[in-house]
T-cell receptor
Framework: AQSVTQPDIHITVSEGASLELRCNYS??????LFWYVQSPGQGLQLLLK??????LVQGIKGFEAEFKRSQSSFNLRKPSVHWSDAAEYFC???????????FGTGTRLKVLA | EAGVTQSPTHLIKTRGQQATLRCSPI?????VYWYQQALGLGLQFLLW???????NRGNFPPRFSGRQFPNYSSELNVNALELEDSALYLC????????????FGPGTRLTVT
């Protein structure tokens, strides 16, 4: 069955430090992969997506993610975190033709000044 | 360009009542999606409407229903409210045939007492 796992419920980093949020998926075919961010009281904003091609994907707000098929992972990274990055981050997986969009349970990021 | 809008922002109902939530998609978008974000359960897919037709629904009971109007706006109805229906309900929209390019609204917070 299709599933997405975000192993870290909470992560705390200092402003200026690097960030990596983990996402593992389970799916038989090549998945479509996404990262969304949700600020308090807001809806979800798409950060980046992977459909095919280059496995390193650049997104908005300085985020990037790397698709690693061998590890079934799609981890989100940012070299230097800003206080405004504090939010909840969701990884999602979909697949062509299935019209299923499965979200992970989210990772809440706290940024220390 | 205006984003996805939802109304009301907050809704308080008592158990057994009915709730109606509304969503207006981005101009030009014909598909509307509804999600439930309950505490501790992540985002769960509820319904997908396109061109006025229900295309798919998630694993929710029939008391969750909705419709899409000719102007592509949508309404989610929840009948016989239960305490566990308390959640943030998110609406998203996309262009037709762009299922994975969904843009989310800010949500309606439904509280059932």
């Amino acid at each position: 069955a299709q599933s997405v796992t975000q192993p870290d419920i909470h992560i705390t980093v200092s402003e200026g430090a690097s960030l990596e949020l983990r996402c593992n998926y389970s799916y038989g075919a090549t998945p479509y992969l996404f990262w969304y961010v949700q600020s308090p009281g807001q809806g979800l904003q798409l950060l980046l997506k992977y459909f095919s091609g280059d496995t390193l994907v650049q997104g908005i707000k300085g985020f990037e993610a790397e698709f690693k098929r061998s590890q079934s992972s799609f981890n989100l990274r940012k070299p230097s975190v800003h206080w405004s990055d504090a939010a909840e981050y969701f990884c999602a997986v979909g697949a062509s033709g299935t019209y299923k969009y499965i979200f992970g349970t989210g990772t809440r990021l706290k940024v220390l000044a | 360009e205006a984003g996805v809008t939802q109304s009301p922002t907050h809704l308080i109902k008592t158990r057994g009542q009915q709730a109606t939530l509304r969503c207006s998609p981005i101009s030009g978008h014909t598909s509307v999606y509804w999600y439930q974000q309950a505490l501790g359960l992540g985002l769960q897919f509820l319904l997908w409407y396109d061109e006025g037709e229900e295309r798919n629904r998630g694993n929710f009971p029939p008391r969750f229903s909705g419709r899409q109007f000719p102007n592509y706006s949508s309404e989610l109805n929840v009948n016989a409210l239960e305490l566990e229906d308390s959640a943030l309900y998110l609406c998203a929209s996309s262009l037709r045939d762009s299922y994975y390019e969904q843009y989310f609204g800010p949500g309606t917070r439904l509280t059932v007492t």
